[in-house]
Structure formats: C-alpha cells, structure tokens
C-alpha cells in the first residue's frame, strides 16, 4: 500500500498545482499558511512585485506566531516593499476566509484582477474558493506558486511535511464542495 502510495502521489500532488506563469494583476494575495523559516508564499509575493507584476500586495490571515498577515508584512518590508503597498487583513482562520475577508478591500481599492499566491498543494482549492466569491463582480483571479512542485527546501523533514498536506488537502476539497465554499 505504501508502496503504491509513493508511486501516485507526485500524481495527486500535479493535480492540485495550477502551475506558477505570473500574470500582471492589480494586486497579488498571499494567503496565511505561509510556511517557517521559509515564508515562500511572502518571498514569492516581493519577487512578483518587485519585477512589477502588481502594485499591491494583500496580506490575509490571522494565524498564529509567524503565520499572520501583519507578521508575513512585516518580512515583506523587510524586504523593502513600501508600506502603501501593503493592505493587511488580519482576520481569516481559513482559507475561505482568506476571501471573503479580502473581498470587501478588494472591491474598495477597485481592483479588477488578483493573483493568488499559495503553496503549489493549495493552489486549486484557493482558485475555487475565490471564483465563487468573486463571482459576478468581473475580477479576474490568476494563479502562481510559491515554488514548483518537489521545489521545497528543508530536505526530506519538509518534503514528508508538505506530502501530508497535500493528501489533506484532497479531504479538504470534498468538505469545502459539501459545505458549498466551491463549485
């Protein structure tokens, strides 16, 4: 079973990844779940705004000790983003919320496209939350990777971490359609 196991799992894994092309948008979203001591969704989001592909960075979540939208702000200054172009909502304990938090601010700054940035196992839940909540309103929601797929740095310890969230992540999927989060 095990056995079996590892040799479809890099199968599920590229299910779940809608790959990591950046798209030009108004702002990008980094949704908590950022990973320590790498932060890849936060370095992503400074890359892409650095190289100009939005002018705003929304970071959303509540979490806990580094895993929080002021704190993951607070690594993007750090990394020289400037304060205007940080919007943070602190509220969001899942990734719907991660949305529906982000929706009203969205809509107030009067963007007409995002980009989500997640880890490549989340990327197709977190597309499917936020095309049902900005249904109607004419954004358009683009996709990219915090890394590639098998692209996790911290060795094997990591790579087990991250392999359990993506079979979660299955299991979430179904919960989020039963309880009509998704289409």
Do not use: W
Not at 42 to 70: M, R
Not at 92 to 107: D, G
């Amino acid at each position: 079973m095990l056995i079996a196991l590892f040799l479809i799992y890099p199968s599920l894994e590229r299910i779940l990844y809608l790959g990591d092309t950046p798209h030009h948008a108004d702002a990008i979203i980094v949704l908590s779940g950022d990973m320590e001591p790498y932060f890849l969704r936060t370095k992503k989001a400074v890359e892409l705004y650095k190289q100009g592909y939005a002018h705003y960075i929304i970071f959303s979540g509540y979490g806990s000790g580094g895993d929080n939208a002021e704190f993951l702000s607070r690594i993007a200054l750090h990394y020289h983003i400037p304060k205007q172009a940080i919007i943070i909502e602190p509220n969001a304990r899942t990734t719907y919320e991660n949305f529906f938090f982000s929706k009203p601010l969205i809509l107030k700054h009067g963007f007409k496209s995002i980009m989500i940035v997640t880890s490549p196992y989340h990327q197709l839940r977190a597309y499917l939350v936020a095309k049902k909540l900005f249904k109607g309103t004419g954004i358009m929601i683009y996709n990219c990777a915090s890394h590639a797929p098998y692209g996790t740095p911290g060795g094997l310890k990591n790579r087990i971490r991250e392999s359990r969230f993506v079979m979660m992540e299955y299991f979430k999927i179904v919960g989020y359609y039963l309880l009509g989060r998704i289409e």
